[in-house]
């Protein structure tokens, strides 16, 4: 095996890291594997690491090196002490990553070329199998994110033209939120879905804004109902205000029709009659959810930080192998970084950051991302401008004033299309929150 600078102090501060910084465990365990450290003691204490973190255990240095003690493995054991020491800073993780993912490539490659060599000065060998052996052999062990493909015209041309074939035998071409129905009338957000020019596609993002209690939360919810509950797409909700119960019992309201206050205190009123019929209600709604298990995911992160949802998404991916839909909720509770806290950033260029790495997470994990943000008592967002840069849709919950009641008496909010990348901005959508039930429907939706 061959020898690449620093290689030891490299590995041991990858490890030192995903000991001492939370918000860069998950990244580096998604990107990082175990068979790539030469070293076989932190290869040994990495290991460890993730056994300890799938089980939900602690996985500081401390922990980790009284477990590997307890078990008698003393070289793993000095290793996560050495690599305590060799520890600097959270920031140089992305770097250290790359290096070491590149040291993990350098050496696949001498590997492959050993064989190679080898194989060469077989006279059995075909010099055509050699030729396949580099194909298979180097080519399989470039990722795909590093692997970015270059095409020429015709081939585009032509890819697009197949898909434009697969698109018209198709009612969309994305994850929508709508469906019509045998007598013609359409239930869901079909307004969303001409936003999206067809539905929401791997690589969206999509941005929605609202004051404190006007509906974002609720809408989010909604939209990951009618996907997951109602349709199959598998969507992974990250919340950081409230705990996953209430959550469910916000989705149980809105499904049975149940106040949200008397399923959350389970306290339901009226007559006997009425209050069984509401029992039997709650239970099929909590029955319709638990029947998307492997649909519909859900997080309490009260401490998330960019990198945690990035790698947490990551992670999710890894572990289900699909992944169709992320929320975020919501940008403003987000804590910051260790990068960005050193770089002392303002919060508009904190929340602009947020967005641009939103959307860089939708590409690379080909899946959308819906990101919840708060608007000031004015109505505005702090950066705003650069948040929409890398939005493909942005849409901001506004209440309908008193004079647009009277045209409009179902309604009583607004979804106002700030940006639509791939549609025009003819007609805002108007929608109607019933925020006793958590329920929020879209109205005088117009073909």
Same mark, same amino acid.
């Given at each position: 095996m061959i020898s690449l600078p620093n290689e030891f102090e490299l590995e041991a501060e990858v490890l030192a890291i995903a000991m001492h910084s939370k918000d860069k465990l998950v990244d580096i365990i998604t990107r990082a594997k175990p068979v790539w450290f030469v070293t076989e003691s932190i290869k040994r204490a990495f290991s460890c690491l993730i056994e300890q973190f799938e089980q939900g255990l602690p996985t500081d240095s401390k922990t980790l090196a009284n477990r590997l003690l307890d078990s008698g493995d003393? @070289?793993?054991?000095?290793?996560?002490?050495?690599? *305590?020491?060799?520890?600097?800073?959270?920031e140089r993780a992305d770097f250290l990553l790359d290096r070491?993912? $590149?040291?993990?490539?350098?050496?696949?490659?001498?590997?492959?070329?050993?064989?190679?060599? @080898?194989? #060469?000065? $077989?006279?059995?060998?075909?010099? *055509?199998?050699?030729? /396949?052996?580099? @194909?298979?052999?180097i080519l399989s062990i470039v990722s795909a994110e590093e692997n970015k493909e270059v095409i020429n015209a015709k081939e585009a041309a032509t890819?697009?033209?197949?898909?434009?074939?697969t698109r018209e035998a198709q009612d969309y071409i994305g994850m929508t939120f709508s469906k019509r129905r045998e007598d013609g009338s359409v239930m869901g957000f079909p307004g969303i879905d001409v936003a999206t020019a067809g539905g929401l596609q791997g690589g969206d993002l999509m941005l929605i804004a609202a004051q404190t209690g006007e509906g974002?939360? #609720?809408?989010?919810?909604?939209?990951?109902?009618?996907?997951?509950?109602?349709?199959?797409?598998?969507?992974?909700?990250?919340?950081?205000?409230?705990?996953?119960? @209430?959550?469910?019992?916000?989705m149980i309201s809105n499904l049975s029709g149940v106040p949200f206050s008397e399923v959350y205190t389970a306290k339901l009123s009226g007559t006997p009659d009425e209050?069984?019929?509401?029992?039997? /209600?709650?239970?099929w709604a909590a029955n319709s959810i638990a029947k998307a298990n492997q649909k519909l995911f859900l997080s309490e992160l009260p401490e998330l930080t960019p990198g945690m949802s990035r790698?947490?998404?990551?992670?999710?991916?890894?572990?289900?192998? %699909?992944l169709d839909l992320l929320i975020i909720d919501?940008?403003?509770?987000?804590?910051?970084?260790? /990068?960005? %806290?050193?770089?002392g950033l303002q919060e508009w260029q904190i929340l602009s950051r947020i967005a641009k790495e939103s959307k %860089?997470?939708?590409?690379?994990?080909?899946?959308?991302?819906?990101?919840?943000?708060?608007?000031?008592?004015?109505?505005?967002?702090?950066?705003?401008?650069?948040?929409?840069?890398?939005?493909?849709v942005a849409l901001y919950i506004e209440r309908v004033d008193d004079e647009e009641k009277q045209e409009y008496p179902q309604a009583t909010h607004w979804l106002r299309k700030r940006k639509v990348r791939r549609s025009g901005k003819d007609r805002d959508i108007l929608i109607r929150f019933e925020k006793q039930i958590q329920r929020i429907s879209e109205v005088y939706y117009h073909e």
């Open positions: 003393m @070289e793993a054991f000095n290793a996560v002490v050495e690599a *305590s020491g060799v520890f600097l800073s959270a070491f993912y $590149d040291y993990h490539l350098r050496r696949t490659y001498y590997r492959v070329g050993q064989q190679l060599q @080898e194989r #060469a000065f $077989d006279m059995a060998t075909q010099a *055509s199998e050699l030729s /396949d052996m580099v @194909e298979n052999e890819r697009a033209l197949e898909t434009f074939y974002k939360t #609720a809408l989010a919810l909604n939209l990951a109902l009618w996907v997951s509950v109602h349709g199959n797409y598998r969507t992974y909700y990250q919340n950081t205000e409230m705990k996953v119960e @209430e959550m469910v019992f916000r209050i069984a019929k509401k029992r039997a /209600d709650i239970e790698g947490l998404a990551r992670k999710f991916k890894h572990k289900y192998g %699909k919501y940008v403003g509770r987000m804590e910051m970084d260790a /990068d960005m %806290k050193r770089a %860089k997470l939708a590409q690379q994990l080909d899946c959308a991302v819906i990101l919840l943000a708060q608007l000031t008592e004015e109505g505005k967002l702090e950066g705003a401008r650069k948040m929409l840069n890398d939005t493909d």
